[in-house]
C-alpha cells in the first residue's frame, strides 16, 4: 500500500524542510515536496501518516557493527538476526557487518552466511573485516593469534566466500605486502580502510594513494596527533578522497577532539558504533570473537584489563550526543549517519536522503531528538 507521510519537519543532508510531505509505495519515495500534496498524487488506498510536526530524517546507515542485544555478527543466523533487530529499534535501517580477527577459514564461514542473509534480508548490505590484517603493536579488542600478514591466497579466499557482499576490509598499512593487498581488494570492488595500525603520515598516505578511502575508527588503535609526527588522521584530514569513522560515545573520543575532528571534515565523517553483543542489553560477561568481555557501566573491555573491546552504542545515542552535546549542525549530523556513509561504500544513489527514487527508510525524532519511529522501505519497525 502507499504511504502519505505529512506534517513532517524533514532533515537530510540536503537540509531542512518545514511542512514536508512524501509519498512512497513498493519501498521506494514516488514524490516529495512541502504543504499538501496534490490530490492527483495520492492513490485511492494511500495510508496516511501524520509526522505531527516532528522531525523525519533518513534512516540510519552503519558500516561499523560487531553485534548487538547479547548476540554478535560472527554467530549463527537466528543472533545475526537478533542483532540486526536490536540496532533496528535505535533507528539503523541498513548495516554492514563486522567480524573480528579469526581464523581465515572461520572468517570464510562467516562471510558465507552473511552473503546468504544478504539474499534474504535487505537491510543488510554486506560485510566488513576489521581482521586479521592488522597491526600486533595497535591489537585492541582483537585476538593477536589470529593477526596475519596479507596475501593474495587468502585474500581470494576471502573474497570467494563473501560472493561479492564483502564491502569493507581494514588493513593496517605498514605491514608487508600491504599495498599489494590493497591494490587487490580494491580492484574487486572493495573498500579499504586503514585501522589497527602503527602506521605514519606517509605511509597512511601512501595506502590513500594505492585506493584505501576509509581510515578505521579515528584516534583509536593508531598513532594519535603528534607536533612533529601527524600521523594518520592527519594523514585523513589532508585527503578528500577519505571517509573518517568517529565512534561518538564519550569514551573513546573525547568530545572536544571529537568536535575538532567534525569541524576539520564535515563531509567526510562516519558516526560508526562499533558496537559488540553489549549493545541495547545488560551489563555482563561477553565474547567479541574469541576473546573474553567485561561490560561494566555499559563500558566493554577485555576482561582482567582496561582496554576498550567495541562499544554499547546505539545510532540514535550517537546523532543525540552530536546535535544535543556537542551542538553540531543538525544537518552535519545526520549527514554523518545517511548520506556520508552511503557514499563511503557506494550506496549513495539508493540510500541516504528523503528524495524521490530513494528508499523509504525513515526515522521520526521529536524536538529534542529522541527517537520514537523507524520505517524500513515504507513499513513501520515493530519493537
Not at 524533514?10 to 524542510?17: F, P
Not at 499538501?36 to 533518513?58: C, I, K, M, Q
Not at 564483502?166 to 574487486?188: G, K, N, S
Not at 574469541?290 to 545515542?317: F, K, P
Request: glycine share 8%.
Amino acid at each position: 500500500m502507499a504511504k502519505y507521510f505529512h506534517n513532517a519537519k524533514k532533515l537530510d543532508a540536503n537540509g531542512i524542510v518545514d511542512d514536508f510531505w512524501l509519498i512512497a509505495a513498493d519501498g521506494i519515495i514516488q514524490h516529495v515536496g512541502s504543504g499538501n500534496a496534490p490530490s492527483g498524487l495520492l492513490p485511492d488506498n494511500v495510508e496516511v501518516v501524520d509526522v505531527g510536526g516532528n522531525w523525519l530524517t533518513p534512516g540510519f546507515i552503519d558500516i561499523h557493527c560487531h553485534g548487538g542485544g547479547g548476540y554478535s555478527f560472527d554467530e549463527d543466523a537466528g543472533s545475526i538476526r537478533s542483532a540486526i533487530k536490536t540496532h533496528r529499534a535505535h533507528g539503523t535501517t541498513r548495516s554492514i557487518l563486522s567480524l573480528v580477527a579469526n581464523p581465515v577459514s572461520t572468517l570464510c564461514a562467516s562471510l558465507e552466511l552473511i552473503a546468504e542473509l544478504c539474499d534474504s534480508d535487505p537491510t543488510i548490505l554486506g560485510s566488513h573485516l576489521e581482521g586479521p590484517f592488522l597491526s600486533e603493536a595497535r591489537k585492541g579488542a582483537h585476538n593477536p593469534v589470529y593477526l596475519r600478514v596479507p596475501d593474495s591466497e587468502a585474500i581470494e579466499a576471502l573474497n570467494g566466500a563473501s560472493r561479492e557482499t564483502l564491502r569493507q576490509v581494514t588493513i593496517a598499512p605498514e605491514l608487508p605486502e600491504a599495498m599489494e593487498a590493497i591494490d587487490q581488494f580494491v580492484d574487486a570492488g572493495i573498500r579499504v580502510a586503514v585501522g589497527h595500525t602503527d602506521a605514519d603520515y606517509a605511509t597512511t598516505r601512501s595506502a590513500f594513494d594505492h585506493g584505501a578511502t576509509i581510515l578505521t575508527h579515528a584516534f583509536n588503535a593508531m598513532n594519535g596527533i603528534h607536533h612533529r609526527a601527524p600521523g594518520p588522521v592527519v594523514a585523513a584530514i589532508d585527503d578528500d578522497r577519505v571517509f573518517i569513522e568517529l565512534i561518538l560515545d564519550g569514551l573513546h573520543v573525547h568530545p572536544r577532539v571529537a568536535d575538532l575532528l567534525i569541524g576539520s571534515s564535515p563531509s567526510r565523517i562516519v558516526l560508526v558504533t562499533d558496537a559488540m553483543a553489549a549493545a541495547g542489553a545488560e551489563d555482563g560477561d561477553y565474547r567479541l570473537g574469541s576473546l573474553n568481555v567485561t561490560v561494566a557501566n555499559s563500558v566493554a573491555t577485555l576482561s582482567g584489563t582496561d582496554t576498550i573491546a567495541g562499544s554499547t552504542l546505539t545510532l540514535d545515542l550517537a546523532f543525540r550526543n552530536a546535535v544535543s552535546n556537542l551542538q553540531v549542525d543538525p544537518v552535519i549530523a545526520i549527514s554523518a549517519m545517511t548520506q556520508v556513509p552511503a557514499r563511503a561504500l557506494g550506496f549513495d544513489a539508493t540510500y541516504g536522503v528523503i528524495d524521490r527514487g530513494f528508499q523509504a527508510d525513515f526515522n521520526q525524532f521529536d524536538h529534542t531528538f529522541n527517537l520514537s519511529q523507524t520505517w524500513v522501505s515504507g513499513d513501520l519497525v515493530q519493537t
